[in-house]
């Protein structure tokens, strides 16, 4: 099982650019696979939508909280390492034009020699949509469309496509992405409409913060309608994300479980402090088995 990291870099002091740099270099040398960004938009003193993740729905932040942009933390990181992979923990792709997102992911892809995993959701936030404009009605079909969208112009010399909600013919779109045929699109999500996405039209699935009996079930709905979609598990990734604050002692048991289900990788979700940054990720690297070009 490889294993990633994903930290918020929110342009506070001391967690700018060079935050995202410092951590992205330790998790390479240290002997991680991945580095991830978060995504957010804007966020609100108070929200009447529900957060998945929690037990109560709320979505614990701080006051003021913010996220740079993600697919710029990752050209930070890029520059400064050369073999993790790159990836978005995940993007709301609802809320971004596809065509021109699409430009954004293939100059990534470019800037860090085909190092990007494109990790897309449709979120939880309401009041977020409402911000930005978009529909929160039939968010669903706007994802699974914006997918293929993307994917059309990463791989046709001329595309076309013609949707609900996107059209366009004949559009010269170069370069290509780097990653043959495009990079892949991993979907976040532990709803049944979220794993039917991925089955349908992701390179992988990324679920979030589940027990290794909800990840069962999850993988069985998985295998389904991958099945379903005329697909199985070969050349699929399975990805698993989950916060973690506690004492690493308590990993390894969760990590046999997961691993023994299917998981390709593990990411981890760290409050990473802005000093000492490279001595936190040493406890969990010494934790981990990690790969062995690890500098330590």
Not at 2 to 10: A, E
Not at 90 to 102: G, K, L, Q, S
Not at 274 to 287: G, I, M, N, S, V
């Amino acid at each position: 099982m490889r294993y990633g990291v994903v930290q918020i870099v929110d342009g506070e002091p001391g967690r700018g650019i060079e935050f995202a740099q410092s951590t992205a270099v330790a998790v390479e040398e240290l002997g991680f696979d991945s580095y991830w960004a978060p995504d957010h938009v804007v966020f609100f003193d108070e929200f009447e939508s529900e957060y998945p993740h929690s037990d109560d729905g709320t979505f614990g932040f701080k006051q003021d909280q913010g996220l740079l942009e993600p697919l710029m933390v990752l050209q930070a990181a890029a520059a400064v390492t050369s073999r993790i992979r790159l990836g978005t923990s995940v993007e709301v792709i609802t809320e971004r034009h596809p065509v021109e997102r699409a430009k954004h992911v293939t100059t990534l892809d470019h800037f860090s020699g085909g190092r990007v995993d494109y990790g897309v959701g449709i979120g939880w936030n309401r009041e977020e949509y409402a911000a930005v404009g978009v529909p929160w009605e039939r968010r669903g079909a706007r994802a699974d469309e914006y997918i293929q969208v993307m994917k059309a112009l990463w791989t046709q010399h001329r595309a076309t496509f013609e949707g609900e909600f996107v059209s366009f013919r004949d559009v010269v779109a170069f370069p290509k992405p780097v990653q043959d045929p495009h990079p892949p699109v991993l979907v976040g999500g532990i709803s049944k409409g979220a794993i039917r996405r991925a089955a349908r039209f992701g390179e992988g699935w990324y679920g979030w913060k589940m027990t290794p009996d909800e990840l069962r079930d999850g993988l069985a709905l998985l295998d389904s309608e991958l099945e379903a979609a005329g697909r199985d598990r070969d050349d699929f990734r399975i990805v698993l994300g989950m916060p973690h604050w506690g004492d690493t002692d308590d990993l390894a048991p969760y990590l046999e479980q997961v691993e023994a289900l299917g998981v390709d990788e593990f990411v981890l979700g760290l409050s990473i402090p802005r000093r000492d940054t490279r001595q936190f990720l040493e406890k969990y690297a010494a934790a981990l088995p990690l790969g062995s070009d690890a500098a330590v």
